[in-house]
């Protein structure tokens, strides 16, 4: 099974990424446009895009304003949120009723805190399909496992138990604002052929793997809030663990890039 989703991305990505004629690409860009009702608002217009795969990733064509305050978090992606909490003995949910064991998530040996809050942002295939910083980081470590890719949209995830844990995906290990230990993971899907990381052009994913590679950055490599720290090929799922941090409940609710979303506690 983890070869057959893993080789069914890798076909979908070579296919999405061929440069059709104009005039054909035109025409595939505008149904893939009405098909998931794609708002280019932001964006440049269909006809800009040589390929499916350009379509998939985007780039804003103006920044979007956000609140620059440092104690501050924001949306790090366009998407819905799914599920936020705090943890439960290390256990977070996919969903209602589909729990996962947080430290494998993210490849700790030991569970982690109950200060822990988690957030799942679900990108559809709509979505703007880069991600940013959600506060100003320093990112320690890029840890890569390999798995499977399976779908992850709402009936996968109550079919398929552990489905974060055993798919494919990225966890960006950094501290915060505050020095406390931030996790930012990027879980792979089916058709999500990569996730790529502007800070680290090294890290490949999808690429018939099939071990855990960690990349450690000594010093650490410093982003700023709002900064794009990489994207998805297409649709997919971010999952952040913050601490000492007060979110609203977000929970089945749509986000933008740079929205407030939770403020630090002051130390």
Known sequence: MVALSNALSRV??????????SFI??????????????????????ENYKSLNALFTRSLKKERPFDKAPNICIAPCDALITKCAFLDNDSALQIKGMP??????????????????YVNFYLSPKDYHHYHAPCDLEILEARYFAGKLLPVNKPSLHK???LFVGNERVALVAK????????FVAVGALNVGKMRFNFDKNIQ???????????SYNPPIKVKKG?????????STIVL???NTAFKDWKEKSVKFGESIGEFHAN
């Open 12 to 21: 979908f990505g070579s296919v999405a990424g061929y440069e059709f004629p």
């Open 25 to 46: 690409q035109k025409g595939i860009n505008a149904l893939y446009v009405k098909i998931f009702k794609i708002d280019l608002s932001e964006f440049e217009p269909l």
């Open 100 to 117: 996962y064991k947080a430290h494998e998530l993210v490849g700790e040996i030991n569970p982690l805190s109950p200060s822990f809050f």
């Open 160 to 162: 398929n138990k552990d």
């Open 176 to 183: 915060d604002i505050q020095g406390n230990r931030l996790y």
């Open 205 to 215: 994913t999808n690429a018939k793997a099939r071990f855990t590679q960690t990349y």
């Open 227 to 235: 900064d794009n720290l990489g994207n998805f090929e297409m649709g």
């Open 241 to 243: 663990f913050i601490q």
